[in-house]
């Protein structure tokens, strides 16, 4: 990857979204019909079918929460023309990092990372992430990527949920205050987009030492 660094800003535009099963699913479709935007940003009050990794669903209770997917075009990157595989460990890696940031500058130092993209606060999960890559030949084209961040829900009942993460919290149960959920989701795209970056800047081994340094191990499952 080339130490080129292009202006990338993530969450402009920004598509809100009443109830749609998943805003993954939705701004793949939007990429497959040709009318993505690259930096789009789409989110949701709420999801029926909220996509989590391994086929797992994100569930959220209405309007508490951030609910929402990115969109880049990275072929358009003169930084990822001659990518390799390695490039998109760096990227995810900075996604990871940039959403920790988010969280961390209002929950504090305890927000952690368990590999590969869920974030922690101690040792209870506050938030994941879902990337997924379009590959056309040799070229990587687009990258879908999906955050759901627990800010103000603090009951968590769903059975689904509690076999996904046994432990979940929320912004509002650490801080103990009520967050402006639209007011959270510029503070993530500024993060994201700062991490995004610096990844490009200092590559991908520089990006994945600083996720190792603030990753945690935690069995969660059930």
Known sequence: MSPATPNILLGAPLIELSTIDSTNIYAMAQIKAGLAKSGSCYTADFQTNGKGQHGRV???????????????????????K?????????????IALGARAFFAAFAGSETK??????????DRKAGGILIENLVRGTAWTWSVIGIGMNINQNSFTSAALNRVSSNPISL????????DVKQMQKHLSEALTTSIQNWLTEGDEKTIEALNALCIEINDKK
């Open 82 to 94: 001659n990518w390799t595989p390695a490039d998109q460990i760096g990227f995810s890696a900075a």
């Open 113 to 122: 990372i368990k590999k590969p993209n869920d974030i922690y606060f101690s």
């Open 58 to 80: 994100w569930e959220s209770s209405k309007g508490q929460n951030l609910l929402c997917s990115y969109i880049l075009e990275l072929n358009t990157l003169d930084a990822l």
């Open 172 to 179: 509002q149960e650490i801080t103990n205050k009520n967050w």
